[in-house]
C-alpha cells in the first residue's frame, strides 16, 4: 500500500546466522510429519499489488482479523530478503480435520478502512499465506467494470475463504483457497451504506470472516511436491517455449564457432604462410616490408594504462563466474527447495561473500604480473568495485520501500547481519587472495619483447572504432541469451517458479561460448588493422552486453510487464543497473582471457630470433 498505512506490528523477526542459513539452503527438504487432528500452522504473511511483485506490504496493515498479541515466525536470511513477514493467524487449522463454515471473527470497520480496503481491492492486492512451508494466495476481493453508459463499477470484500489441503500420509502436499459459489461483501462508496446481509451504522461497516477446511488424500510424494505447486495456476504460466530459445542460441554458437574456427584458422594459416619466411638477422628486422598483425609484435604486449582497475574488472568478473556456476551447479543438484522462501537469495550472499577470495586472487595476481606496484590499492579497489554501487543502490532502494511502509525494507538486525558478512568474511578473504596472488605471481609470458618507444598508430576504418565493436560484440551474445532472459525477468520479477536448471547451464555455457568466440574474433580485426590497444578494447567489446540487457530491461518494463510506481520503478531499475553491471564484468573478464589466449598463440607461432 501506500506511504502512511501502517508499519509491522511489532519487531522485526530473527534472523539466523549465516552458517545455519546455508544449512537450511542446502538441506531443506526434509518432512513435517502430522498425526491425525495435530495442529498446522497457518501462517499470514504478505500483500501487495499482483502487478508489483516487489511492493509488499505485512498482512496485518489491513484491517483484517488479527490475534490480540501478535506472534511472527523467526526468518531465515534469504526469507527476509525475500520481504517475507510470517506471523501466526487466527486460523485454527487440524490435520485431516474438516471445517464447515466456522467463525473467524466479527469485525467493524470504520470508513478509513472501508476504504483502505476499497483501495487495496480496486489495486488488485493479492495476499499470502504459508502452510507447512506451501505459499497460498489468494485475492483480498472482487472488481467488475461494467457498462458504458451508465458505468458500474463494483468492489468486493471476500470475507470467507475455503482452504483446500492435499494430504499424503503424514506430509501436506499442496493447499490453496478458492472463493466458489461465495458472494463478495460489496463494499459502497463511504461506509455506513446498507449493505445486504452485512450490519451497519454510525458510519461503521460489520463484517464477519469465516473458513471451511477440507482435506483431499493425494498420491503424489512429498519428494515431488514442488510439481504440484508449479503446475498451480494463480500466477500466469509462460514456460512452454523455452526449447525455442535453445534451438536459437544453439544455432548461433554453431555459426559463430564456424566464423572462428574455419574462416578465422584459415586466414591465420595464410598469415603464418606469408610470415614465417627464414630471414637472416633479428626479431627487429622483421618489420621490414611487412604489414597486419606481425608488425605490431613489438607493441601488442605493451602494459596498458589504468592497470589496476583492469585487473579489479577482471578479479570480480572471475568472482561472479565462480559464483553463477556455482549456484546453477547447485541448483541442478537439487539443493534449492521451491518451498524454502529466498534460498537462492541466502546462497548467493553466502558464496558472495566466499568467493571474495577470487576476486582478490585474480586481480593482484595479473597486477603483479604487469608490474603494478600500488598492490594494496589495488585490492582496495577490487573490493569496492562491485559492493560500492551495490550499497549505494540498496541504500536508495531500501529507504523509498522504509518510507512506504513495505516488508521489502530490510530490518536492522538483518542489515547488521549483511554489513557484518562483508566485514568479517568478504572484504578479509579479499585480502587474503590478493596477498596469495601477489605472492604467487610468476612473470607474463610474452613470445615477444616490446620496445620502448610505441608505434604510431595508422588510422582505423569506422567499422574498427571502439563503439562499433562494442555494438558488435555487445549484441552477439545479447541475442544469444534475450529468449532466456525474458523468463529469468518474469521470475525475478514476476510470478514464475523456475526450474528449468539444466537449460539455464546450456544458456550460461552458451553465453560465455559466444563471448569468447566474438572477442576473439574482434581482437583479430584490431591487430589485422596494425592497432596493438586491444586491452581495454577486448573488456569493453564483449562487456557491452550489460548495455543491451538494460536496454532490455527498459524494453521490458514498459511492454511486458504492468509495474509502475516510485517503489516498483526503483528497485527495478536500480537492481536492472547491478545486473547489467554484472554481466558486463563477467563478459568483459572472458572475452579478456580469450584475446589474450589468442593473441599469445598467434605470436608464438612466429619464427622470429
Not at 499470502?128 to 476481493?141: T, Y
Not at 562494442?470 to 529469468?488: D, N, Q, R, T
Amino acid at each position: 500500500m501506500r506511504r502512511g498505512r501502517g508499519r509491522l506490528l511489532s519487531g522485526p523477526p530473527r534472523t539466523m546466522g549465516l552458517c545455519r542459513v546455508l544449512m537450511l539452503c542446502l538441506f531443506s527438504g526434509w518432512a513435517a510429519g502430522y498425526k491425525q487432528g495435530d495442529n498446522v500452522t497457518l501462517y499470514v504473511n504478505k500483500v501487495g499489488p499482483y502487478h508489483n511483485p516487489q511492493e509488499t506490504y505485512h498482512y496485518y496493515t489491513l484491517p483484517v482479523c488479527r490475534p490480540d498479541k501478535v506472534h511472527h515466525k523467526s526468518l531465515s536470511l534469504g526469507e527476509v530478503l525475500d520481504g517475507d513477514r510470517m506471523a501466526e493467524s487466527l486460523y485454527q487449522i487440524r490435520f485431516r480435520e474438516n471445517v464447515e463454515k466456522k467463525t473467524l471473527c466479527h469485525l467493524t470497520l470504520s470508513e478509513k478502512q472501508v476504504d483502505q480496503l476499497r483501495e487495496a481491492i480496486e489495486e488488485l492486492y493479492y495476499f499470502e499465506f504459508v502452510l507447512a512451508e506451501i505459499p497460498i494466495w489468494g485475492f483480498v476481493g472482487y472488481i467488475e467494470e461494467s457498462g458504458f453508459l451508465p458505468h458500474s463499477h463494483k468492489v468486493g470484500l471476500w470475507t470467507h475463504l475455503d482452504f483446500n489441503i492435499e494430504y499424503n500420509g503424514e506430509s501436506v502436499i499442496f493447499a490453496n483457497v478458492s472463493v466458489k459459489d461465495v458472494k463478495p461483501v460489496p463494499l459502497e462508496e463511504g461506509a455506513g451504506a446498507a449493505v445486504g446481509g452485512v450490519g451497519v451504522g454510525g458510519g461503521t461497516l460489520t463484517v464477519t470472516h469465516t473458513y471451511s477446511v477440507h482435506w483431499y488424500e493425494s498420491n503424489l510424494p512429498y519428494s515431488r511436491r514442488a510439481e504440484r505447486l508449479r503446475d498451480y495456476s494463480f500466477f500466469p504460466k509462460t514456460l512452454e517455449i523455452h526449447w525455442l530459445s535453445i534451438i536459437n542460441s544453439l544455432v548461433l554458437v554453431v555459426l559463430l564457432l564456424g566464423f572462428v574456427i574455419i574462416i578465422l584458422m584459415r586466414v591465420l594459416k595464410n598469415d603464418f604462410a606469408r610470415y614465417n619466411v627464414e630471414e637472416d638477422g633479428s626479431c627487429d628486422d622483421l618489420d621490414q616490408g611487412d604489414n597486419g598483425w606481425k608488425i605490431i609484435h613489438t607493441d601488442v604486449f605493451r602494459f596498458p594504462p589504468f592497470k589496476s582497475l583492469l585487473c579489479a574488472v577482471l578479479g570480480v568478473g572471475a568472482q561472479f563466474l565462480t559464483l553463477a556456476t556455482a549456484i546453477i551447479i547447485m541448483a541442478l543438484l537439487g539443493m534449492f527447495n521451491v518451498h524454502r522462501h529466498g534460498a537462492i537469495n541466502s546462497a548467493a550472499i553466502v558464496l558472495y561473500a566466499l568467493t571474495s577470495c577470487v576476486s582478490g586472487y585474480v586481480s593482484c595476481s595479473f597486477y603483479t604480473q604487469i608490474n603494478g606496484q600500488r598492490w594494496v590499492w589495488n585490492i582496495i579497489l577490487t573490493s569496492a568495485l562491485f559492493s560500492a554501487p551495490l550499497f549505494i543502490t540498496w541504500s536508495v532502494v531500501n529507504s523509498i520501500h522504509w518510507w512506504s511502509g513495505s516488508t521489502q525494507a530490510l530490518p536492522a538486525t538483518t542489515v547488521l547481519l549483511l554489513l557484518g558478512a562483508w566485514v568479517l568474511v568478504g572484504f578479509p578473504l579479499t585480502v587474503i587472495g590478493g596477498i596469495v596472488g601477489k605472492n604467487r605471481a610468476g612473470s607474463f609470458q610474452a613470445p615477444c619483447r616490446t620496445r620502448n618507444i610505441p608505434r604510431q598508430i595508422p588510422p582505423q576504418p569506422w567499422y574498427k572504432h571502439t563503439v562499433v565493436h562494442m555494438a558488435i560484440g555487445g549484441f552477439l551474445p545479447f541475442s544469444a541469451i534475450s529468449v532466456e532472459l525474458y523468463y529469468i525477468f518474469a521470475t525475478v520479477w514476476g510470478r514464475e517458479h523456475y526450474t528449468l536448471y539444466g537449460i539455464l547451464l546450456c544458456v550460461f555455457a552458451i553465453l560465455l561460448s559466444v563471448g569468447a568466440c566474438i572477442s576473439v574474433a574482434l581482437t583479430y580485426f584490431l591487430l589485422s588493422g596494425e592497432d596493438y590497444q586491444w586491452w581495454w578494447r577486448s573488456v569493453l567489446s564483449t562487456g557491452s552486453t550489460g548495455v543491451f540487457i538494460f536496454v532490455y530491461s527498459v524494453f521490458y518494463y514498459r511492454n511486458r510487464s504492468s509495474m509502475s510506481g516510485l517503489v516498483q520503478s526503483t528497485e527495478f531499475f536500480g537492481y536492472s543497473l547491478l545486473t547489467a553491471l554484472v554481466f558486463s564484468l563477467m563478459l568483459g573478464s572472458v572475452s579478456f582471457w580469450s584475446s589474450l589466449a589468442f593473441i599469445r598463440y598467434i605470436y608464438r607461432s612466429l619464427k622470429m630470433d
